[in-house]
Nanobody, 116 residues
Framework: QVQLVESGGGLVQAGGSLRLSCAAS????????MGWYRQAPGKRRELVAT???????NYADSVKGRFTIFRDNAKRTLSLQMNSLKPEDTAVYYC??????????WGQGTQVTVSS
């Protein structure tokens, strides 16, 4: 089983920055893609960014140019650098890990609140 723990959320004013981190542990050898998702109250959970084992990245149009996803394999961490934050970025952010033919794993989430 894979365990994911997010950290780094908080309250920030519009235009500010935050860096989210996800610490992974357990049987991670079969994981080939990881990503960040977010969910605002009353809305569906949506993709923010993903990164594959070879390092290919994908971003939602709403965050492209402002957010950067990266990983540190040695430390088993996934990070999301968020710059130029907007009030519409306010949500609970979740770390996700998956692979072909295996269950998708989720962290418990970390709250990001951006004030106007």
């Amino acid at each position: 089983q894979v365990q994911l723990v997010e950290s780094g959320g908080g309250l920030v004013q519009a235009g500010g920055s935050l860096r989210l981190s996800c610490a992974a542990s357990g049987s991670i050898f079969s994981i080939n893609v990881m990503g960040w998702y977010r969910q605002a109250p009353g809305k569906r959970r949506e993709l923010v960014a993903t990164i594959t084992s070879p390092g290919s990245v994908n971003y939602a149009d709403s965050v492209k140019g402002r957010f950067t996803i990266f990983r540190d394999n040695a430390k088993r961490t996934l990070s999301l650098q968020m710059n130029s934050l907007k009030p519409e970025d306010t949500a609970v952010y979740y770390c996700n890990a998956g692979g072909s033919g295996i269950p998708s794993y989720w962290g418990q989430g970390t709250q990001v609140t951006v004030s106007s």
